[in-house]
C-alpha cells in the first residue's frame, strides 16, 4: 500500500497569510494526486487534481503542485472561508489519503 | 446537479449485518464507476471499495474483503455496500463517492453514520 504523510498536522494562520501543505508518498504516484477541503459535519470537497489541476468553482487562490512522491496545496491569501482541514489523495495504486491537516485561526 | 445520497447506517451489534444504499441523481450513473469511502475520527478518511461503471471490475480494501460486498443497478441509479461480520472498528461515517476516468474522486454524498457496538 502507498502511505501519503501530510505535514504539518495542524497550521495555524491568519487571514491574508500564505498557506502551504505538504504531503508525501511512500513510493511515487507520478502526478495521480487529488487534494480535498473538508470542514465539520461536511463530505470532502474535491479541489485540485492531477497534482495541480483546479476543479472547476475552485477559487484561484488554490494550488497545487509537484509529482512523484512531494507535493505541495499552496493557498496565496487565506479567506475566513478557508479555515478547514485539507487532505491528499493519491490515486495511482488503488486509493489512499494524508491524514489531514488541520487550518485554524491564528 | 451531482446528488449522491446515502441511506441504511445506523446501530448495529458486533458480528450483524446491515445495508448501505445510495441514490445517485443529476448525472448519467451507468458511466460512472462507483466507490465507498469510510471515515473515522482515529484513522481518518479509507477507502473502502469500488465498482465499475458496468460491475466489470470490482475490487475491496484488505480490511473489508471477505465482509463486505459493492454493487450497483444502474437501471436504479444506486449503489450499495453489503457489510457483513460487523466489527467495532467499522464504526464510521460511510461516504458514497462518484470517480472520474482517471480514478480521482469527485463527487461525495453526505454520509451515512454505521455504529457497530453492544
Known amino acids: 500500500d502507498i502511505q501519503m504523510t501530510q505535514s504539518p498536522s495542524t497550521l495555524s494562520a491568519s487571514v491574508g497569510d500564505r498557506v502551504t501543505i505538504t504531503c508525501r508518498a511512500s513510493?511515487?504516484?507520478?502526478?495521480?494526486l487529488a487534494w480535498y477541503q473538508q470542514k465539520p459535519g461536511k463530505a470532502p470537497n474535491l479541489l485540485i487534481y492531477k497534482a495541480s489541476n483546479l476543479q472547476s468553482g475552485v477559487p484561484s487562490r488554490f494550488s497545487g503542485s509537484g509529482s512523484g512522491t512531494e507535493f505541495t496545496l499552496t493557498i496565496s491569501s487565506l479567506q475566513p472561508d478557508d479555515f478547514a482541514t485539507y487532505y491528499c489523495h493519491q490515486y495511482s495504486s488503488y486509493w489512499t489519503f494524508g491524514q489531514g491537516t488541520k487550518v485554524e485561526i491564528k | 446537479e451531482v446528488q449522491l445520497v446515502e441511506s441504511g447506517g445506523g446501530l448495529v451489534k458486533p458480528g450483524g449485518s446491515l445495508r448501505l444504499s445510495c441514490a445517485a441523481s443529476g448525472f448519467t450513473f451507468s458511466s460512472y464507476n462507483m466507490n465507498w469511502v469510510r471515515q473515522t475520527p482515529g484513522k481518518g478518511l479509507e477507502w473502502v471499495a469500488s465498482v465499475s461503471s458496468t460491475s466489470y471490475y470490482i475490487f475491496h480494501a484488505d480490511s473489508v474483503k471477505g465482509r463486505f460486498t459493492i454493487s450497483r443497478d444502474n437501471a436504479k441509479n444506486s449503489l450499495y455496500l453489503q457489510m457483513n461480520s460487523l466489527r467495532a472498528e467499522d464504526t464510521a461515517v460511510y461516504y458514497c463517492v462518484r470517480g472520474t476516468t482517471t480514478r480521482y474522486f469527485d463527487s461525495w454524498g453526505q454520509g451515512a453514520l454505521v455504529t457497530v457496538s453492544s
Open positions: 513510493q511515487s504516484v507520478s502526478s495521480w
